[in-house]
C-alpha cells in the first residue's frame, strides 16, 4: 500500500518523524513542518494516494473523512469561530510538493483570498 518514495508513507510509517497529533484506521494529522498560518495541520489518507487525479469512487468517504477530521481538528485548536481554510493542492499549477494527497488545515490568521 505503502510507496517506497514517498514522504508522507516514511512519516505514516514512522521513519521520518513528526507531531502527529491525530490517527485512527483511515488517517493521521500531524503539523507542517513549515507553517504557512499559526494553525497550519495536514491531514493524510494511510493509503498512498499520489494526486486527486488518482482517486477512485471507492475512495469519496475517504476524503469526505479527511474533511471531517479536519473540521473537529479546528475545533479541538480552537479556530472553528474566527474561521480557517482547508486545501488540497494538485499537480504543478495547484502547488503540490509532496505526492501523496493531504488536506491542509490553516487558520489562526485572517488568511487571503484569492490565493496568488
Ligand atoms: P503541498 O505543497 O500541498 O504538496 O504541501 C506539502 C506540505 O508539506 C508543505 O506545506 C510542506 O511545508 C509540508 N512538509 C514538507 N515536508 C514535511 C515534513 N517532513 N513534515 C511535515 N510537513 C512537511
Ligand atoms: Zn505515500
Known amino acids: ?13 514512522k521513519e521520518i518523524p513528526a507531531n502527529i497529533i ?3 484506521d483511515f ?3 500531524f503539523d507542517d513542518i513549515y507553517p504557512k498560518a499559526p494553525i497550519h495541520k495536514l491531514i493524510i489518507p494511510k493509503k498512498h494516494i499520489a494526486t486527486l487525479n488518482e482517486l477512485s469512487p ?10 471531517y477530521v479536519a473540521a473537529q481538528l ?5 479556530i472553528n469561530e474566527s474561521g480557517y ?7 504543478q499549477d495547484g502547488g503540490q510538493m509532496v505526492f501523496h494527497i493531504h ?14
Open 1 to 13: 500500500m505503502e510507496h517506497p518514495d514517498c514522504l508522507f508513507c516514511k512519516i505514516l510509517n
Open 22 to 24: 491525530y490517527e485512527d
Open 27 to 29: 488517517v493521521i494529522a
Open 58 to 67: 471507492k475512495e469519496e468517504t475517504l476524503v469526505g473523512h479527511m474533511v
Open 74 to 78: 479546528a475545533k479541538k485548536f480552537e
Open 85 to 91: 481554510r482547508t486545501l488540497l493542492n494538485c499537480n
Open 103 to 116: 488536506l491542509h488545515l490553516l487558520g489562526g490568521r485572517s488568511l487571503l483570498w484569492p490565493p496568488g
